[in-house]
């Protein structure tokens, strides 16, 4: 399940994820001062995947290596593709530069080829900045929200069921069309 998932990302990264209040027109934070990850809704893994790699950013300072006013990094092309998705037009070219790490780490959770593909220098960037363990926790991660995405309904809601016994197995006939009565 997805809460499951973001856990075991989140403490492989060192980065404990919580739910709770986030700003006026964010559904989640990552605050580089106090490291600070929340998300507002439980189970987002979309969102939850973006705070923690800010998080991964922050701890292997891949954004942070231009950090100058208008230093420009050698992947910026690449990762301007990525930074569409979450950053706005007036903000600095680091602020950018960090949401494109952050939506390619995100990118990589979900669709780890086609990350790769988009930005495959910042890709041999990625692979040699990042711990062995940590890169195995996020291949893992990929591999769990790959499986969830394409699992049934009947799966997805399964995978929360916490004691599952004769009347989930009589749910699960009923749903699957092997049976008229639910209950």
Known sequence: ????????????VGKKLRRGKTRRGTIGEYSPRTRDTVIR?????????????HGVDDMLAMAANWRAKGQR????????TFWVHSS??????????????????????VNPEAAAAQA????K????????DI?????????????????SGIEQIGSRVRQPGTAW??????????????G
Do not use: C
């Open 1 to 12: 399940p997805p809460n499951e998932i973001i856990d075991e990302l989140g403490k492989a």
């Open 41 to 53: 809704f439980s189970g987002d893994l979309d969102k939850a995947a973006h705070e923690i790699a």
């Open 73 to 80: 990094s050698p992947y910026d092309a690449e990762l301007s």
């Open 88 to 109: 706005r037009k007036r903000d600095t070219l680091m602020r950018k530069r960090a949401e494109g790490v952050a939506e390619f780490i995100r990118g990589m959770l």
């Open 120 to 123: 495959p220098e910042f890709w």
């Open 125 to 132: 960037f990625f692979q040699s900045k990042v711990p062995t």
């Open 135 to 151: 890169l195995v926790a996020l291949v893992n991660a990929s591999r769990q929200i790959r499986e969830w995405a394409g699992a």
């Open 169 to 182: 197995e009589l749910f699960k006939e009923w749903a699957s069309g092997r049976s008229d009565d639910p």
